[in-house]
């Protein structure tokens, strides 16, 4: 089992839309969660990150969070074709050293 | 101009060749990482440093050496590179905070080993 799962995509919403999309996590103990948006051939650009269970909102994006379920997810309202991008989860398990571990990524299309 | 710069942008190079992946940071951040990214595998930690003088392996460090040349300099080498290191490389920064604690990324350099 890896220890941050995404499903690849690509996942495709009409303009408009909200899109969700999700993340698994394997430790338990992990302690705070990061979303990150990657355009082709780009750097990773953080969007939001969120550490306490529940939902946690910036403009059009809410990251939600189950500890219990092991579970983050990232919503985007409005979705709009300059969101189409790969969205990476990253998960901070250890807190002595606040390493991330990345998962695979999703792919949105947003389509006009 | 950019808080977290890498160069070369691109570079081809042919196996056994020794070559150095440079990063800087303008952000006055302490600690500094190099990962590498492949289709499908995502971004994979290579090495990372808490300090000039705490320098530690990530989960793919064979293959690779590092220096931490200066608070804001932190470089990556491939004493011989071989095709399978073929990747985007990219160089991040973040400030000691605990748990909200966030990388900062830079553009990326783009290896191809023949």
């Not at chain 1, 303009?15 to 979303?35: H, K, M, P, V």
């Not at chain 1, 948006?37 to 990773?44: E, H, L, V």
């Not at chain 2, 042919?14 to 990482?33: F, N």
């Not at chain 2, 690779?64 to 004493?79: D, G």
């Amino acid at each position: 089992q890896k220890e941050v799962e995404q499903n690849s995509g690509p996942l495709s919403v009409p303009e408009g839309a909200i899109a969700s999309l999700n993340c698994t996590y394997s430790d338990r103990g992990s302690q705070s969660f990061f979303w990150y948006r990657q355009y082709s051939g780009k750097s990773p650009e953080l969007i939001m990150f969120i550490y306490s269970n529940g939902d946690k909102e910036d403009g059009r994006f809410t990251a939600q969070l189950n500890k219990a379920s092991q579970y983050v997810s990232l919503l985007i309202r409005d979705s709009q074709p300059s969101d189409s991008a790969t969205y990476l989860c990253a998960v901070n398990r250890d807190g002595a050293t606040n390493k991330l571990i990345f998962g695979t990524g999703t792919l949105l299309a947003v389509q006009p | 101009d950019a808080d977290v710069t890498q160069t070369p942008r691109n570079r081809i190079t042919k196996t056994g060749k020794r070559i150095m992946l440079e990063c800087s940071q303008t952000k006055g951040h302490d600690r500094m990482y190099w990962y590498r990214q492949d289709p499908g595998l995502g971004l994979r930690l290579i090495y990372y440093s808490f300090d000039v003088k705490d320098i530690n392996k990530g989960e793919i460090s064979d293959g690779y050496s590092v220096s931490r040349q200066a608070q804001a300099k932190f470089s990556l080498s491939l004493e011989s590179a071989i095709p399978n290191q073929t990747a985007l490389y990219f160089c991040a920064t973040s400030e000691s905070g605990g748990a909200q604690e966030t990388q900062y990324f830079g553009p990326g350099t783009r290896l191809l080993v023949l």
